[in-house]
């Protein structure tokens, strides 16, 4: 089955840094990579997702790169601000036959911004 | 290491019926949560449960309960079975005060209502 990788599991930038959080998958049957952030005490709540005919997509700050050939996909942050605070986790998605898409999530990282 | 075990795998009911799914979290996870994931859609919140209370709510119908039990699994009540309820129902657990970190999902049961 799928395997999600996820690195850093913890990340520290200053205010204003940019914040890059890194993923890998073993099926290269995924077609659909979202990202979820998770704020304490919330549950996670989907910020941005990519798709595999896609190589890149971006909204405002963030932005989610996909490398199909090596099975990784990558979260940028720029210009963090002290609420980009959280927990991120990155899934990928597959198709197991009978329609069910399932989500398999990496482990999260824990984005810490300092000002 | 451990992960979050759900229980069943894989559920048959009729229409009008009733559900119940388990899910046993991380050691030291005192958080859990319930996604409902419909064909081709993304996991929907349920509920989600910290120290036995109900923290959060979501898309939860009146038809199904859940409750977190003092060993931290947590339990899905589903009556009145509804075609619709067909989906897969994944359990996540989490620590809040982040001592093994961490977000993780089971594997989910696979409800199938006839």
């Known amino acids: 089955g799928e395997n999600v990788e996820q690195h850093p599991s913890t990340l520290s930038v200053q205010e204003g840094d940019s914040a890059v959080i890194k993923c890998t998958y073993s099926?290269?049957?995924?077609?659909?990579f979202p990202w979820y952030k998770q704020e304490l005490g919330k549950r996670p709540q989907l910020i941005i997702d990519?798709?595999?005919?896609?190589g890149e997509k971006k909204d405002q700050r963030i932005a989610v790169t996909l490398n199909k050939t090596a099975k990784h996909f990558s979260l940028h942050i720029t210009e963090t601000q002290p609420e980009d605070s959280a927990v991120y986790f990155c899934a990928a998605s597959q198709g197991d036959g009978t329609g069910f898409q399932k989500l398999v999530f990496g482990t999260g990282t824990r984005l810490l911004v300092s000002p | 290491a451990a992960g979050v075990i759900q229980s069943p795998r894989h559920l048959i009911k009729e229409k009008r019926e009733t559900a119940t799914l388990k899910c046993y979290p991380i050691?030291?996870?005192?958080?859990v949560y319930w996604y409902q994931q419909g064909p081709g859609q993304d996991p929907q919140f349920l509920i989600s449960f910290y120290e036995k209370m109900q923290s959060d709510k979501g898309s939860i119908p009146d038809r199904f309960s859940a409750q977190q039990f003092s060993d931290y699994h947590s339990e899905l009540n589903m009556s009145s079975l509804e075609l619709g309820d067909s989906a897969l129902y994944f359990c996540?657990?989490?620590?809040?005060?982040?001592?093994?970190?961490?977000?993780?999902f089971g594997s989910g049961t696979r409800l199938t209502v006839v």
């Open positions: 996540a657990s989490s620590s809040m005060t982040g001592v093994t970190g961490g977000y993780t």
């Open positions: 990519i798709r595999s005919n896609v």
């Open positions: 050691p030291r996870h005192d958080t």
């Open positions: 099926d290269s049957a995924s077609n659909y």
